[in-house]
């Protein structure tokens, strides 16, 4: 049985990421002047915390500081953000957000192959991060605590996930119909999300100029990756 | 060191080899199935060649385009040496050369902001995200300024620098044998790996082009690109565009005997300005480096690798045309110098003297007074490849290897073989004459 034939086995066990990411609701929709000026101090206080972030560091800035150059009170700010990692949580949200939207108005790159698509939505997203590298640096390591909200385990982030797995595997699933590639199922949307995770960590500690290692790292790995997803093995 | 033929397949040279092909996978095979082609006889040669064709043409492409780097190099390389590889490999290598397995878009454009800072649709007013041409380390795209010119933009594949350098630790560690029996001299792995590192950064390739375009600005049907610095780093590399077509396009239109031996001569004149004036030559002598157009002018590109020479070619030149070795022993010892260095001992060079007489007897058939014309309208002159097979045979028998005689000799080869293929006839002597009035006129140039 090939590696291709494998996958098989994985398609029926996470269906609901299949579902399409879900509507705002009714309740939403009626409060909607409301929810719009939440979002708008949400984000005002995210880049006050960014601006400190990348001068003092994360872990040094205090919510304090945070509350006090976005012209707000402390209290306010919790009733927003409960802990720096909240909000770390939703700069991570927005940024996934922004990626899936940049890829989904992009034509160009609606036909183009599947490892350049992947590649794409990976370096959209690591060229978003690229202005706040530190913080990122910062948030990775807090992520490693198991108690922390950042952990890929928590909650949180588990559901920010699923968002961005529903994603991929949409993507995925592009490329099975167009036979690109075998079917792969939940399993390559899994995979994928750990390898990104993975070039992140790798792309952090990268001091080649431009990041071009992360960038020739990237483009192999995907190449690769698709190649033997294709032939099911070492046939080169 | 006798040939490694079946019987001694278990020499140290094949081993090494054989554990170069282990360790390195294509660099390795490629490397030796070089190798092997010049030492294997006919019959296992002929095998060889159909195991070959069978199962590394279509990967030579695939694989070695993806690679870029260090093994697409080698590959050119032997695509130069068209008459050691079979008519399947050489059309897939011709496709190396110009349409090599590219770079996606979004990788091209990645690596063009991860170097200028900005992405290119920021900085032209438009970018073709499919590239034209592939470059020997990256690929080239095609861009229009915001001031309406347009322009080639070479961008190099990220990581090759550090791939080379893997590739050569990989390749001294596996060629040790080699070099330890002295067949693939230290100093010649320190060459290539020097000049394959100098080509990864495009900075030595601006100041090449601008080198190259300032010295041969007397030749009006040759076309150099002018660079813009302000667009070009150690890996992007922006020029203006040249038009032209490929060496294989330019055939296919059948130009006329006229142009074609028009094309020939222009393009032994570019050479031989290059030795002369510049004492530099552009070491791709490949023809996808070459582009030519309908009315006969020529446009030269890549300017990654070119070669200083030290070597007096004038004196080889007199010393082939008199014979310099039958003169006296002194005058052989020098000459025997001048073509292997000073470090191969005389009794080891002289058994090339044969060879020598042979050279001479083709290059001046009607004597030493008369012109060097070399006629290959109805073909090539196959007494001139098979001379040239023996010579590198005798070189590598004998361990006659000098870097810049290679290196000269390899650009000759690579002329020679467009000719062939131009079918053309080309009067060299009226081409070194010219050009030797053109450089008394004019004192040497320093490469920069």
Not at chain 2, 243 to 260: I, M, N, T, Y
Not at chain 2, 332 to 350: C, D, E, H, K, T
Not at chain 2, 378 to 404: C, M, S, V, Y
């Amino acid at each position: 049985m090939t590696a291709a034939c494998d996958f098989h086995k994985y398609e029926s066990t996470h269906v609901l990421l299949m579902k399409a990411p879900s509507k705002p609701s009714a309740r939403k929709k009626a409060s909607g002047k409301r929810h719009e000026n939440k979002e708008k101090t949400k984000r005002a206080i995210l880049a006050a915390a960014l601006a400190l972030f990348a001068k003092k560091g994360f872990y040094r800035t205090t919510t304090k500081e945070i509350s006090k150059k976005a012209g707000i009170a402390e209290g306010t700010l919790f009733n927003y953000f409960e802990t720096k990692e909240d909000l770390a949580l939703y700069f991570f949200a927005l940024e996934q957000a922004e990626t899936i939207a940049g890829y989904e108005a992009d034509h160009h790159l609606q036909r183009a192959s599947l490892p350049e698509k992947l590649f794409a939505i990976i370096h959209r997203f690591l060229d978003r991060l690229a202005p706040y590298e530190e913080f990122i640096g910062a948030v990775y390591w807090r992520a490693l605590t198991p108690a922390s909200k950042l952990s890929p385990w928590s909650l949180q982030s588990q559901e920010r996930n699923l968002h961005y797995l529903q994603f991929i595997r949409r993507v995925l699933a592009q490329a099975e119909a167009d036979g690109e590639i075998p079917r792969v199922g939940d399993f390559g949307a899994y995979a994928f999300g750990m390898f990104h995770a993975a070039i992140i960590t790798f792309w952090l500690q990268d001091s080649s100029p431009g990041k071009e290692k992360t960038l020739a790292l990237l483009d192999r790995c995907l190449k690769l990756g698709t190649h033997l997803v294709r032939n099911g093995g070492w046939e080169w | 060191m006798g040939m490694v033929t079946d019987s001694q397949n278990n020499s140290t040279v094949g081993r090494g080899w054989r554990l170069g092909k282990l360790g390195l996978g294509l660099v390795g095979s490629y490397l030796s199935y070089q190798a092997q082609n010049l030492l294997l006889g006919e019959g296992r040669q002929a095998q060889r060649q159909t195991r070959f064709r069978q199962k590394a043409s279509r990967r030579v492409r695939e694989e070695l385009g993806a690679l870029k780097g260090p093994a697409m190099k080698l590959g050119q390389m032997l695509s130069m040496q068209a008459d050691a590889l079979p008519e399947e490999a050489m059309r897939e290598l011709v496709q190396l050369q110009m349409q090599a397995p590219a770079m996606h878009g979004t990788l091209a454009r990645a690596q063009f902001k991860g170097s200028l800072g900005k992405y290119p649709e920021e900085i032209f007013r438009e970018f073709d995200a499919e590239s034209f041409a592939a470059a020997s380390l990256g690929q080239v795209h095609r861009a229009t300024t915001h001031d309406g010119e347009k322009v080639a933009v070479k961008i190099q594949y990220p990581g090759i620098k550090s791939a080379i350098e893997s590739d050569f630790k990989l390749l001294r560690s596996t060629t040790l044998p080699t070099q330890l029996s002295g067949h693939v001299p230290r100093a010649l792995l320190d060459e290539v790996e020097r000049g394959l590192l100098a080509e990864t950064d495009y900075r030595h390739e601006v100041d090449n082009l601008e080198f190259f375009r300032q010295g041969l600005s007397g030749l009006n049907y040759l076309t150099i690109p002018r660079v813009r610095r302000e667009w070009s780093t150690d890996r992007v590399l922006t020029m203006s565009y040249v038009e032209g077509g490929s060496f294989d396009a330019f055939l296919q239109r059948k130009p006329s005997q006229e142009l074609r031996d028009q094309t020939g001569t222009r393009l032994v004149e570019m050479y031989e300005m290059q030795l002369r004036c510049l004492k530099t030559i552009h070491a791709d002598h490949h023809p996808g480096n070459y582009l030519f157009r309908p009315d006969g002018a020529i446009g030269l590109v890549d300017f990654g690798c070119v070669k200083h020479i030290t070597f007096d070619v004038r004196e080889l030149r007199r010393g082939y045309q008199d014979r310099v070795w039958r003169q006296s022993e002194a005058a052989a010892r020098s000459f025997l110098v001048l073509l292997y260095g000073r470090q191969i001992p005389f009794r080891r060079a002289r058994r090339c003297l044969p060879l020598l007489d042979q050279w001479a007897d083709l290059l001046y058939p009607r004597g030493s007074t008369a012109d060097v014309v070399v006629d290959y309208r109805t073909g090539r002159d196959e007494r001139f490849e098979e001379l040239a097979a023996a010579h590198w045979k005798h070189i590598w028998q004998d361990k006659l290897i000098n870097p810049e005689h290679a290196f000269l000799v390899r650009a000759d080869m690579g002329l020679f073989h467009l000719l062939g293929k131009l079918r053309v006839k080309v009067n060299f002597s009226e081409v070194w004459r010219r050009v030797e009035a053109a450089a008394n006129a004019a004192s040497p140039r320093q490469k920069p």
